[in-house]
Every structure is written in C-alpha cells, then in structure tokens.
C-alpha cells in the first residue's frame, strides 16, 4: 500500500477514460453502482464526464487510488445538497478494481474522503449500498452505523431485486478516527 497515492480527480478525457473503465469493470463483476450490465462505454463516459464537470463546480469531489499511473479505486464525496443540509455529505461510487481488493485501498479511500468532508465543514456522512453483496462490511469497520434496510431497493447489474442498506456516520475533527494518509 505504501505506494498507493489517492488525490482528487480533475476533468480530462485521460481520466474520464480511466474512472469509465473502472465502472465497466465494476458493474460486470456484480458492482451495485446503479448502472446495468451490459454498460456501455458510452454510458459510461457519459456518467463519469457529468459527474467530472461537477466537481469542477465544487458539487462534488471524486477521489482516485492509483498503483504507478492506474487507477485502481475510486469513491466520490457529494457536496451539493439542499440549503438545510450544509453539515452533511454523502458517499457514493465507492468502486475497487477486482485485482486490488482486499488490500485497504477503500478504507484508505474513505479516510481520504472522511478528512475532506471536515475540512469542508461537514461532519455527518451517509450513503446506501446494496444488501446483497454490497460493502456493509467495510462500512462498519470504519465506523459507519446502520440506520435500516428498504427492501427491493434497486435491480442489480445482472437483474434480480436488491434491498438497500442505509448508513451514517458523525465524523468528529481531530479524533483519531480520522486518519490522513494510508
């Protein structure tokens, strides 16, 4: 992990190309990322470029994990919510490239993600992932506390109903479950 490196991602079709790839890859292992399996590159590229776009604006910060010069994770921080909502941020598009899970690359992800959100004034953190094979795991080993499931939530990528599972997470500045770096 040491030469993991994990920054924010800026717009260029180099790296809408490599976030694309990775949400094709994603979805044809079984990833819930609200998308179908067959995805299309185009669609792909589509989703990545809009949601690139937007954090250009500051709606959002997409982070990327990469191993020498390939991307190999990626998790994004939503910031745009209501105006009743300044203290919080969601977690979406958590994604692992198969070749490189198991190895803390999303814990490193998440921590990254977590140090940003209060550095932006947010403290409360929430996010969704699929019940059947989603990341619950990994959730709640970085502290993350389930609020409830709703059932037949969303298709998964190869079809067949899944329930969501809903989480949140009070981050607190300066305590130690907010770690830089890996």
């Known amino acids: 992990m040491s030469d993991i490196k994990i920054k ?36 792909a590229e589509a989703f990545w470029s809009n949601s690139l776009n937007a ?52 814990t490193a992800l998440l921590r990254e993600a977590e140090r940003l959100a209060i550095a932006r004034g947010r403290w409360l953190l929430v996010l969704d992932t699929a019940e059947d094979e989603g990341a619950a795991g990994l959730y709640e080993r970085v502290g993350f506390k389930l609020t409830g499931v709703i059932p037949d939530y969303a298709f998964k990528p190869r079809g067949g109903l899944t329930g969501t599972l809903i989480y949140w997470k009070r981050l607190e500045p300066g305590s130690d479950r907010i770690r830089t770096g890996l």
């Open 8 to 43: 924010a991602l800026n717009p260029s079709p180099e790296v809408c190309a490599m976030l694309s790839e990775l949400l094709i890859e994603t979805v044809a292992n079984g990833g819930s990322v609200s998308f179908m399996h067959p995805l299309s590159r185009e669609a």
């Open 55 to 106: 954090a250009a604006r500051g709606g959002r910060i997409i982070l990327g994990a990469f191993d020498g010069d390939e991307l190999i994770g990626t998790v994004t921080l939503l910031l745009d919510l209501p105006p009743n909502q300044p203290h919080r941020a969601e977690i979406a598009k958590m994604m692992t490239r198969v070749s490189h899970r198991h190895r803390g690359i999303a």
